[in-house]
């Protein structure tokens, strides 16, 4: 996962996965998602971001990351048996 910011182009670029993309689709106003051959978002991109109603400041990123556990992970696989 990669998230850049392109002052120049004044966007955001959060790619999920590192595949070609094989479509683009523009969600809202200057909100493009990017599709995998099979159908899977594999990218985002935010278009304008000095001009939205809420500009977009990288420095207000919070990061979180949630992972299941060994233990939670068999608890999760054991309950779909």
Known sequence: MRLSI?????ALHLELVDVEV??????APGIIV?????GEVVRLEVLYLSKRPHPIDVLD????????????ARIAQDATV
Request: without cysteine; aromatic residues 10%; negative net charge.
């Open 61 to 72: 990123f919070q990061f979180q990351s949630h992972r299941k556990t060994n233990e939670a």
């Open 22 to 27: 094989a479509e683009s689709e523009e969600v």
């Open 6 to 10: 392109d002052e120049a182009a004044n």
């Open 34 to 38: 990017d599709y995998d051959a099979s």
